[in-house]
C-alpha cells in the first residue's frame, strides 16, 4: 500500500507520510479558527520523522499560543492551504491539517483540544475526549490520556438526600402537598 500522501489546493507543495498516525484531533483554539476559516484544525497528529515535503517549499507563519509557546503554521503561499503545525515545545510531533490529504476520509477524531474557544454554534461530538485547553504536558499528554484505558472519566454519583425538603415542608405545615392532605 502506497504512503498516504497530500498538498495544497494548487498543487505547488506536495508531501508524503509514512509510519502511523500519533492520534487525530481537532483544535478549536482561536488561532486556529482564522486558518481555518472559521472551524477548527482537524488534524492528524505524525511523528515528524515520518513527513516529508516531495514538492515546493510551503511557508511559515508562527504565532505564541496562550501557554507562550511558539506554534508555527506551515502553508502555500500560493493558494493558502493550510499543511502542518508544530509546536516548538514538541518538535518530534507534526501535526497533519487533515484538508491537505489526499484522502481526508482517514481522519477518526479522538480528541477536542481548546474548547474552551469553541464558538456556540460548533458542534462537539460528546463521544470525543475534550480538553478545555492543552493538557499541562501538550500532545504527549493527551497521547498518554487516549491511550491508557484505565483512565475513565470518573462521574461523581453525589446521592442527595431528599428528604429535607418534605420533612421541612411538614413541620411547617405550609407546603401546598400539605394543604391539599389536609
Ligand atoms: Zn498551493
Ligand atoms: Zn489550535
Not at 75 to 101: H, I, M
Not at 118 to 135: G, M, V
Not at 151 to 157: D, E, Q, Y
Request: glycine letters at 12%; proline letters at 5%; hydrophobic letters at 35%.
Amino acid at each position: 500500500m502506497a504512503n498516504r500522501a497530500g498538498g495544497c489546493l494548487c498543487g505547488a507543495v506536495r508531501y508524503e507520510l509514512s509510519g502511523r498516525a500519533q492520534m487525530d484531533l481537532s483544535c478549536y483554539c482561536r488561532d486556529c479558527q482564522y486558518v481555518s476559516g472559521g472551524g477548527p484544525a482537524h488534524a492528524i497528529v505524525m511523528l515528524s520523522k515520518d513527513v516529508s515535503i516531495t514538492q515546493g517549499e510551503p511557508n511559515e507563519y508562527w504565532t505564541v499560543s496562550a501557554k507562550g509557546r511558539r506554534v508555527t503554521r506551515v502553508f502555500c503561499d500560493k493558494c493558502g492551504t493550510p499543511l502542518f503545525a508544530r509546536n516548538e515545545k514538541l518538535p518530534q510531533y507534526l501535526a497533519v491539517k487533515v484538508g491537505s490529504l489526499d484522502d481526508p476520509t482517514v481522519f477518526e477524531p479522538q480528541a477536542n483540544i481548546w474548547t474552551k474557544s469553541a464558538q456556540p454554534w460548533h458542534h462537539l461530538d460528546a463521544a470525543i475526549s475534550r480538553f478545555k485547553e492543552n493538557p499541562e504536558l501538550g500532545v504527549a499528554a493527551i497521547l498518554e490520556f487516549l491511550r491508557s484505558s484505565a483512565v475513565k472519566l470518573g462521574r461523581l454519583f453525589g446521592k442527595r438526600r431528599g428528604t429535607g425538603a418534605s420533612g421541612e415542608a411538614r413541620d411547617k405545615g405550609s407546603g401546598p402537598g400539605q394543604a391539599a392532605g389536609e
